[in-house]
């Protein structure tokens, strides 16, 4: 049995808001509601709305999503680098927690505002920076994400090449989401084991649905495994604590 889920990365896409084509791509809806029955099996009692790069700015449908969700449920949102500090605690107030680079997708803020930007929303409204990024990347940006006050990658770096570089900066303090099986190029299980080996408090999980461009969708035996590799002693904390302390439980700012 699995325990209580923070699920830390999903997509609602909700065609009575704005989408736009990414690289010719138009994702298909995928609603609150239709979230809530795809995870009807699983003890999700919160989670992380994630804005995909088919969503850029828009931060109606992200309002939307949280207000249908309800408690426990929190937004990762794009914003131009120059988005008024005014906005950003307007948003922090609607649920918002995070501020997300796409660097993989694009429709986000670009890796020249990252410390910019991420240090505004951290200092403005306690918000953390997530990377969808390929880890192979990560040398590049290395000292530049060093530097940032709290900061999570997606997917598990998404490639094995880069994963030297990701387990030295979940050294220092960076969070990464076991999420996307189905997007990456490299051994789960290995770099799960290896992320735990080096801050069991840095793991958490998330479903990634509707898994958009995904090789195959997520499924109930990707938590099973994660569930499994992480061993009963840790599950509460990867399925539920690491998230929920990050995301709901963060300082809040004056």
Do not use: C
């Not at 969070?175 to 408090?201: N, S």
């Not at 995904?214 to 569930?227: H, K, N």
Request: charged residues 25%.
């Amino acid at each position: 049995m699995l325990p209580r889920t923070f699920d830390a990365h999903f997509h609602i896409i909700d065609p009575a808001h704005p989408l736009i084509a990414n690289d010719g791509f138009l994702p298909s809806a995928f609603t609150a509601d239709d979230y809530r029955s795809a995870v009807a099996s699983l003890p999700v009692q919160g989670g992380a709305v994630v804005s995909g790069s088919f969503q850029a700015f828009d931060q109606g449908y992200l309002i939307d999503a949280l207000t249908r969700l309800g408690p426990g449920f929190v937004g990762v949102t794009q914003i131009p680098a120059d988005t008024a500090d005014e906005r950003i605690r307007e948003l922090d107030a609607a649920g918002v927690r995070a501020v997300r680079f796409n660097v993989r997708r694009g429709g986000s803020a670009g890796l020249q505002e990252l410390e910019t930007l991420a240090t505004r929303v951290h200092e403005v409204a306690g918000w953390h920076s997530e990377l969808y990024i390929d880890a192979r990347e990560l040398p590049a940006v290395r000292r530049t994400v060093e530097s940032l006050p709290a900061v999570v990658i997606d997917h598990l770096g998404l490639h094995e090449d880069g994963l030297p570089v990701l387990f030295e900066l979940v050294a220092q303090g960076a969070k990464v989401k076991a999420t996307g099986f189905g997007r990456i190029d490299l051994d789960p299980v290995a770099a799960m084991r290896a992320i735990m080996d080096v801050d069991p408090a840095a793991l958490m999980v998330g479903t990634d649905l509707p898994s958009t461009r995904a090789r195959r969708p997520f499924g109930v035996e990707d938590f099973d495994l994660i569930a499994e590799t992480v061993g009963a002693e840790q599950a509460e904390a990867v399925f539920w604590r690491n998230a929920a302390s990050l995301y709901l439980n963060r300082p809040r700012r004056a």
